[in-house]
């Protein structure tokens, strides 16, 4: 791969962490944990395979059994933080599912704490490379006690000084429960100044839930794969200008999007509206991708030139959950980097 895309300054608004373990991390959490027997291979998707909708999420609960105690918790989440710093992300917007373990004694705050304390032993020991924050997720599967407990945390959290809890996902199996439901849920969740990052429509059929969640509005929208074909959800979407994270690898694996290529990924329909898309992973580790990957993908696709494709991750920092003064800081570094770089846009 040119190195121009991994040298370019990128930011990554939609990554679950279970999702985005790299085959070392899950080795070495394999070999540091008792949860043997889990089949190494079975942890991604490899190169030209797929699977389907359904069963990308039995691959997920196999990572999250590695990632049952703090200290793995923690291990994990450092790891996954510098390998998206390696890969020239400045900015990482984590996403998680607080969990509980009776056996090991986890819970979902400490859960959480071991996320937190992860970002931050990261960021003291490597100034200035990545900033990081962190999302709760909400899984659908869980119901909606679960999901009040996990909006509870969130509030708690993102009421500390400094913190780096911004928001909430709503992921999980889109074909499980219904988002409306949930709705009271995210309603607290904004009264309370919490950032909502929802996923809709991943499979058709979802209209009714989707246009209800986007009277909310959500902050940015998980996927949207079908919304586009709604012309209610359209007008709603481009009223309210919400971005959609797109995430063109994981659409494929996952079997819900036939390609990446512009007949039929949506990144390409919202982008040539003129509408605000980030290219995302969604699950690097599982969907075995990088960022710098999917953004040559989307640039090769739109016939991007350099200085489209610079100017296009800069268009992310209007997207992402921090304050004003963490905007300023990216857009510092993305000038100081293309000034750094002219070599990039001259050759
Ligand atoms: P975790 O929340 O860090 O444990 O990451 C794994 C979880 O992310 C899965 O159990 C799902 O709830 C969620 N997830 C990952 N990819 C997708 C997706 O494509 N759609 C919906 N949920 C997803
Ligand atoms: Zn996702």
Redesign the pocket.
């Known amino acids: 791969m040119s190195n121009f895309f991994i040298d370019l300054p990128k930011i990554e608004l939609h990554a679950?962490?279970?999702?985005s373990l790299s085959e070392d991390t899950v080795k070495a959490l394999i070999s540091q944990t008792e949860n043997f027997g889990i089949p190494q291979d079975e942890t991604f998707i490899g190169k030209e395979s797929t699977r389907t909708f359904k069963n990308?999420?039995e691959m997920?609960?196999l990572t999250?059994r590695l990632t049952s105690t703090y200290e793995a918790v923690k291990f994990a989440t450092k790891a996954v933080i510098g390998e998206f710093a390696a890969d020239g992300v400045c900015y990482l917007e984590l996403?998680?599912?607080p969990?509980s373990n009776k056996n090991t004694g986890l819970t979902k705050k400490l859960y959480v704490d071991a996320v937190l304390e992860a970002i931050q032993e990261f960021s003291e020991e490597h100034l200035d490379l990545i900033e990081v924050r962190y999302l709760l997720?909400i899984?659908r599967r869980l119901g909606v006690v679960e999901a009040e407990d996990t909006l509870n945390l969130a509030v708690e959290y993102q009421a500390l000084p400094d913190s780096r809890v911004l928001g909430i996902d709503f992921?999980?199996?889109?074909t499980v429960g219904d988002a409306r439901d949930y709705i009271h849920i995210f309603e607290k969740a904004k009264d309370s100044g919490l950032k909502l990052a929802i996923?809709m429509a991943?499979v058709r059929g979802l209209d009714e839930e989707s246009l209800a969640l986007l009277s909310l509005p959500p902050n940015r929208i998980g996927?949207g794969t079908f919304l586009h074909e709604n012309e209610k959800c359209k007008e709603l979407i481009l009223k309210n200008k919400i971005p959609l994270e797109t995430c063109l690898t994981?659409n494929v694996k996952?079997e819900t999007v036939p390609s990446t290529s512009r007949k039929h990924h949506h990144l390409y329909k919202w982008n040539d509206m003129g509408h605000p898309v980030i290219v995302c992973t969604?699950?690097k580790g599982?969907f075995d991708t990088t960022l710098s990957q999917e953004y040559q993908i989307a640039a090769s696709e739109c016939g991007m030139s350099r200085n489209e494709t610079f100017e296009f991750s800069r268009a992310a920092i209007d997207h992402v959950f921090a304050a004003d003064d963490v905007k300023s800081m990216l857009q510092t570094k993305w000038n100081q980097w293309r000034n750094l770089n002219l070599h990039y846009f001259t050759e």
């Open positions: 679950h962490l279970n999702a990308s999420f997920f609960k999250q996403r998680s599912t969990r997720s899984d992921s999980g199996d889109a996923h991943e996927h994981s996952c969604d699950g599982a």
